[in-house]
């Protein structure tokens, strides 16, 4: 329940510091957000031994070009241990500082490659018992990200540009939180609030609520979306963008399909890839694949190690989205820290279907349990635990409008093409009005003898893919069906 102990310390904390002071409207909407997660992060590491809390946030494999971050964010978890009110008072003005710093050395992409660091630390330290105060650290880094829009409090950033400059979109419950902090004082009166005074004070900002209850279902997915969205950035450019989220995630216990082969062989399997996915990813669509509709597939070059990026749609409850590292052998998905069965299943169902598209392999037992690939899922005969799927290239119109985008997709069967890497040499390129080379493309170019001018960026040399569909008894020149960029700034 909302109204709890931990609450009313939060509620107090609210009072004391939050005070609007006519600031404008977004910069007092985001104090207030920081002020709670100040609250978490303290009674996360409250009554931590010190040595305890430096051993949690001392990261030996961080390269030392993050070091003016784990240095900045370690010393707001010290103060948050040590002073806890000067750190929930300050610390507003301190990840706002941060924020124009990193906005000015364009530095988004070193701050989202720095957060990638830190989560893959994570089970790590869980390991070694640190989990609350790791997760307090990473509740820091979230709340860091969101000073990106403090200018512009109703989107979220959903991706970094190859430019280095961030991916925004509409965000989904902009201002689910604001009603609350308008109930603060009614909250302190009186926690039994009558459903007229909740909904005329949230149907101020859109939201038709009447009860706790009903905000807290509403909160809980913008934080399933606001989570979801902060693990992919890293992944995300103007390519990939092609598994963002469009539909919120309803948190529930889908229905997955059956099991095939254990997950284990999977991963195996994938270790050995035969084919790569074409660079404008993969729709898959299902029939008795239980909640799923359709999966997006896509991969991507990130840290000289492809990733595969996903995201599911289901029947009735949205979207959610994840990826999977095929050098690692690392997933993730909304359901990671959770308690049951549905991260390994949908991790089970993913890899089965980029086995099915990436590799080689004979079905010899289970037959009528495999996912049988058609044309037409319609009218597809399938055995009654047996999900139907038809592989797609998604339609992207050059010009005009699409009359009918599905029926216009073509049929995906790795099969079918021949692939060809060819390399494309690195460029000078102009980058977009008020956008500027990141450094590492200005470092780059300088090796090589480059000066880069204002407005001009430097795209390293990279290896291309050239599908070229199979002919039978033909010996004219192949068409060339899709290329695969993986090269980065």
Not at 84 to 94: I, V
Not at 102 to 116: A, G, Q, S, T
Request: charged share 30%; proline share 3%; with cysteine.
């Amino acid at each position: 329940m909302i109204f709890d102990t931990s609450f009313k310390n939060l509620l107090l904390m609210q009072t004391k510091y939050g005070k609007r002071k006519g600031m404008p409207l977004s910069n007092w909407i985001i104090k207030k957000r920081t002020l709670s997660i100040a609250a978490v992060i303290i009674s996360r590491i409250a009554k931590t031994d010190f040595y305890e809390l430096e051993m949690a946030i001392y990261f030996r494999n961080i390269p030392k070009q993050y070091d003016w971050f784990i240095k900045s964010y370690a010393m707001a978890m010290e103060e948050a241990a040590i002073h806890p009110e000067k750190f929930a008072s300050g610390l507003d003005d301190y990840l706002k500082e941060h924020c124009i710093t990193i906005e000015k050395e364009l530095w988004y992409r070193k701050f989202y490659d720095f957060c990638v660091l830190i989560l893959k630390e994570y089970q790590a330290k869980c390991k070694q018992g640190y989990k609350s105060i790791v997760s307090a650290y990473i509740s820091l880094l979230m709340q860091q990200a969101t000073y990106f829009m403090r200018t512009r409090i109703e989107d979220t950033i959903y991706g970094i540009t190859e430019a280095g400059q961030p991916l925004f979109r509409k965000g989904i419950y902009p201002y689910i939180d604001i009603g609350i902090y308008d109930l603060e004082k009614d909250f302190m009166k009186d926690k039994n609030l009558s459903p007229r005074k909740i909904y005329d004070t949230f149907q101020k900002y859109g939201y038709d609520i009447h009860s706790l209850e009903e905000w807290e279902l509403l909160n809980d997915i913008n934080m399933t979306y606001d989570n979801n969205v902060f693990r992919m950035v890293p992944y995300i450019d103007e390519r990939t963008a092609f598994v963002a989220i469009d539909e919120p995630y309803v948190p529930c216990n889908l229905q997955y399909p059956r099991i095939w082969k254990s997950t284990d062989i999977y991963r195996e399997r994938l270790k050995t890839r035969n084919y790569l996915l074409p660079s404008s990813g993969i729709i898959a669509r299902y029939v008795n694949a239980g909640d799923i509709k359709e999966i997006r597939f896509i991969e991507t070059l990130y840290d000289s190690e492809i990733i595969m990026l996903y995201r599911v749609t289901t029947h009735r409850n949205g979207q959610f989205s994840g990826y999977y590292c095929t050098k690692e052998g690392t997933f993730y998905s909304i359901y990671e820290d959770t308690i049951g069965e549905m991260h390994g299943r949908i991790k089970n169902f993913i890899l089965e279907n980029y086995m099915l598209l990436t590799c080689d392999y004979e079905i010899k037992n289970k037959k009528n349990y495999a996912i049988l690939q058609t044309e037409n899922l319609d009218s597809e005969f399938h055995y009654p635990n047996q999900p139907l799927v038809s592989f797609k290239y998604p339609f992207s119109p050059k010009s005009g409008k699409a009359k009918k985008t599905q029926a216009r997709e073509r049929i995906y069967r790795k099969e079918d093409y021949q692939e060809e890497i060819k390399e494309r040499m690195g460029f000078i390129r102009k980058l977009p009005a008020g956008q500027r080379a990141s450094d590492a493309a200005r470092l780059y170019a300088e090796q090589l003898g480059f000066q880069l001018a204002e407005g001009k960026t430097y795209v390293r040399s990279h290896t291309y893919r050239v599908y070229r569909k199979l002919e039978e008894n033909s010996c004219k020149q192949n068409s060339i069906i899709t290329t695969e960029q993986a090269g980065t700034e």
